[in-house]
Nanobody
C-alpha cells in the first residue's frame, strides 16, 4: 500500500515561515517527479513547485523567491520551505508524486495539510 503523508502546516502570521514535509512510503520501486500544489477556498488546485529526481525545480511565479522545494537524501521525501508568507498563500497544500510500483507508474496525491497565514 502506497502512502504520501504531509506534515508541517499550521497558522502563521504574514511574513513568517513554515516548512512542509511529505514522505512517500509503501511498495515503491522508485519516485520520479514530486511536487506541491495548493487549493484555496473557491479556487482551483494550482501548482506551487515541482522537483525532478535529478533536482530540477519549477515554481509558480507567485512563490518564486519566497518558497524553496527540495528532496531528501533518500529521495522519498520532499520539502517545501515557505518564507515571507502572505495571506494569499492560505490554502490546503497537497503533495504529489509520480511513483513506479508493481503495476507501473501512478500519479499519487497526499491528503493535504492546511496552511493559514493571518494578516
Amino acid at each position: 500500500q502506497v502512502q504520501l503523508v504531509e506534515s508541517g502546516g499550521g497558522l502563521v502570521q504574514a511574513g513568517g515561515s513554515l516548512r512542509l514535509s511529505c514522505v512517500a512510503s509503501g511498495s515503491i520501486f522508485s519516485i520520479s517527479n514530486m511536487g506541491w500544489y495548493r487549493q484555496a477556498p473557491g479556487k482551483q488546485r494550482e501548482l506551487v513547485a515541482t522537483i525532478t529526481s535529478g533536482g530540477t525545480t519549477n515554481y509558480a511565479d507567485s512563490v518564486k523567491g519566497r518558497f524553496t522545494i527540495s528532496r531528501g537524501n533518500t529521495k522519498n521525501t520532499v520539502y517545501l520551505q515557505m518564507n515571507s508568507l502572505k495571506p494569499e498563500d492560505t490554502a490546503v497544500y497537497y503533495c504529489n508524486a509520480n511513483l513506479w510500483i508493481s503495476v507501473g507508474q501512478i500519479n499519487y496525491w497526499g491528503p493535504g495539510t492546511q496552511v493559514t497565514v493571518s494578516s
